[in-house]
């Protein structure tokens, strides 16, 4: 990890990898630490998401940008448009925006801490964790 202005600045990355039992998987790295496995299919699903959820952000700065800097408005004014776009955003696409508090995030229902390492990992039909960080079966 490398210091900016005195804080260190956290990495998020991810990996791909293969089990014992031949199945694929991906895992998402923060800081070095696996923080998370999924399946190929989630993780193309999730790379999905990424992309509507950056272009939502820009056009959200755009609409932010448009009503202070073109319409002259208020920052509270301008926020209340925004969050009526956002709302109608949602109700025209169908796709709900992501939390806001941190505390609203929420783990896939299919993962479960490694007993033996720690590591967020998928969980067989059976509820068990298969990790492939300490090859925990």
Excluded at 11 to 31: C, D, M, T, Y
């Amino acid at each position: 990890m490398k210091k900016t202005a005195g804080k260190l600045e956290e990495k998020l990355w991810h990996q791909s990898g293969v089990n014992r039992a031949g199945e694929p998987f991906i895992q998402l790295i923060r800081n070095g630490q696996v923080i998370m496995q999924m399946s190929p299919a989630e993780a193309r699903e999730h790379a999905a998401a990424m992309v509507e959820a950056a272009e939502a952000a820009e056009q959200d700065a755009f609409m932010w940008g448009f009503a202070i800097e073109r319409l002259g408005m208020p920052e509270l004014s301008a926020g209340q448009i925004l969050i009526e776009y956002r709302k109608f955003r949602e109700d025209t696409t169908k796709k709900k925006g992501g939390p806001i508090r941190p505390s609203d995030w929420t783990m896939p229902k299919n993962l479960a801490p490694c007993p033996i390492c720690g590591a967020k990992v998928m969980v067989n039909a059976e509820g068990m964790p298969r990790c492939p960080v300490c090859h925990n079966p």
